[in-house]
Every structure is written in structure tokens, then in C-alpha cells.
């Protein structure tokens, strides 16, 4: 694998690693945000995942993730 496709990996690891401390975050909330920890951790959330899915990695020729 080329330099390029693990830096690929290795951030989109970066990336899943911060979506598991958004969910320790606000598990970890006062009692006053319970009732809004689903959407704190939703928004979070998305945010991680659109720019997961915005930063494709080639693999090998014809292989996109």
C-alpha cells in the first residue's frame, strides 16, 4: 500500500475513534442535558460521518472506499 492510502486509513481510524468519544461525552452529560443527549450526540454525529464519507481512499486501481 502507498503512503497515500494509509494516511487514507489512518484518518478515517482518527475520525471513528472521535465518534466514540462524542459517545462517552455525552454519556458522561449532567442530568439537566439528558433529554438533549440524542440530539448533541446526533448532530456530532453527522458532522463525523459527512466528512468520513467525504475523504474516499483509492486501494488499488478500481477500489474506492
Known amino acids: 500500500m502507498d503512503r497515500e492510502a494509509q494516511f487514507a486509513l489512518i484518518n478515517n481510524a482518527a475520525l471513528l475513534l472521535s465518534l466514540s468519544m462524542i ?3 455525552t454519556y ?3 442530568v439537566r442535558l439528558r433529554r438533549l443527549q440524542p440530539y448533541i450526540s446526533g448532530c456530532f454525529i453527522a458532522i463525523i460521518c459527512i466528512i468520513i464519507m467525504s475523504a474516499p481512499f483509492t486501494l488499488q ?3 474506492i472506499f
Open 23 to 25: 459517545y462517552e461525552l
Open 28 to 30: 458522561l452529560a449532567s
Open 61 to 63: 486501481s478500481g477500489i
